[in-house]
C-alpha cells in the first residue's frame, strides 16, 4: 500500500476503503494548504520526503493507532509536490462502530504523523521561499 500520492488525493475513495458494514461513522480529516503560516501569506507549498522512510514510517503509525484503538479502520495518503491554496495536502479516513473512536484515532494519527514522519515542506510567498516543520530533526 502506498501512503504517499503526487496527484490529488481522493477523499471519497479512502472512505470507501475502510468503511464496513458494522461502522456507525467514518471521519474524514482533510489537510489543506492555507494561505498563511506564522503572521507570513503563503502562495503556495511544495511537500518532499524520503520515500521509503516517510511510507514505514506512516505505516507505523497507523499500526499503532489500530493498537490503541481496536476496530478502528484507518487509511492515510499524503501529497507530495507543489500544492496551491486550498488543495489536499493530507487525508486521514477513520471508520468505527462508534464516532468517539473515529474522531480519537483520527486525531492520533495527524498528531502523529507531524510529529515522526519525515515530510519537508516548503512555503513560497511574496517575500520568497523557505523549508519548514522537519529540518534539523531528520
Known amino acids: 500500500m502506498s501512503y504517499l500520492t503526487d496527484s490529488p488525493i481522493d477523499s471519497a475513495a ?4 475502510v468503511m464496513r ?16 503560516h506564522e503572521g507570513k501569506r503563503v502562495e ?3 511537500y518532499d520526503a524520503y520515500r521509503p522512510m516517510a511510507e514505514k514510517e506512516i505505516e507505523k503509525v497507523i499500526r499503532s493507532v489500530e493498537l490503541d484503538f ?10 507530495l509536490g507543489q500544492l496551491g491554496i486550498g488543495d489536499i ?13 473515529a474522531y480519537a484515532a483520527s486525531r492520533a494519527i495527524i498528531d502523529r504523523v507531524k510529529e515522526t514522519v519525515p515530510i ?19
Open 21 to 36: 458494514d458494522s461502522d456507525g461513522a467514518c471521519v474524514i480529516f482533510e489537510g489543506v494548504v492555507r494561505n498563511h
Open 89 to 101: 495536502s493530507i487525508t486521514i479516513a477513520c471508520a468505527a462502530a462508534h464516532r468517539a473512536d
Open 120 to 138: 519537508w515542506k516548503k512555503e513560497r510567498g511574496p517575500d520568497g521561499e523557505e523549508w519548514v516543520g522537519w529540518q534539523g530533526r531528520c
Open 14 to 17: 479512502l472512505r470507501r476503503q
Open 70 to 79: 481496536p476496530g478502528v479502520a484507518v487509511a492515510v495518503l499524503h501529497r
Open 44 to 46: 503556495s507549498i511544495f
